[in-house]
């Protein structure tokens, strides 16, 4: 059985984590998997974004699978640090930094060490009362190696951030959408409706201009304000020329909806 569902439907790929017996850990087939579906969502222009989520109703992700590193370890597999580089599915998405597609991570149940990491790499989280988020790795003699502590820090409050880095411990939902970590939080029964709606709200956009929003902001983050409005901006060059520049402001004089090509 596949490790990862991978279903496309009107211009959206729905990427499903499928280890709902063991909460959706994450061991090296299913990086190698979700290597594969990024890549082709990334390459095929009638995908303009993805929903990723877990199957089951207990858990988005665990994470690492802890039983498959306890036997590489006594394998003598060299342990794991910072990144994912010479590892299976490298780039992982936690360290594809020039996908620029939107990603909404729809999060019900635990999302803990590496899934949680996976939900901070995505645009949009999208999450059930029932939702739990935490990074123990530390609590374990790990570290939050796919961009856990690069990101909780940038997405929090230093202090707050360090807390939850250093002690593992857990976000509730309500929580994690006080703290600005999340976007909506919505009952379990509810979850679907919610992310469709989202999805729609996204579709309704420009697809050129959306990326190029997402490259913007990710790039300039550690930018002057200067500095931002000089760089160059890979996607803006294809949104400035694209057809549906033309067709956003001639659709709204018309008063219609606009027809976007993605070109």
Known sequence: MNRVRYEKQDHTAYVTLNRPEVLNALDLRTHEELARVWDDIGQDDEIWLAVLTGAGDRAFSVGQDLRERAQLNQEGAAPTTFGS??????????????????????VNGYALGGGFELALACDIIITSEQAVFALPEAQLGLVPGAGGAFRLARQLPLKVAMGYLLTGRRISASQALRLGLVNQVVPSGQLDE?????????LRSAPLAVRTIKEAVLRSLDLNLEDAFSAFYQWEGRRMYSQDAVEGPQAFIEKRQPIWRGC
Do not use: N
């Not at 780039?91 to 990603?103: A, G, M, S």
């Not at 919610?194 to 996204?202: F, M, Y």
């Open 194 to 202: 919610c992310v469709a709606e989202w999805v729609e709200d996204l």
């Open 85 to 106: 580089r010479g590892q299976p599915g490298w780039p992982r998405l936690t360290e594809r930094f020039d996908f620029f597609k939107p990603v909404i991570a729809k």
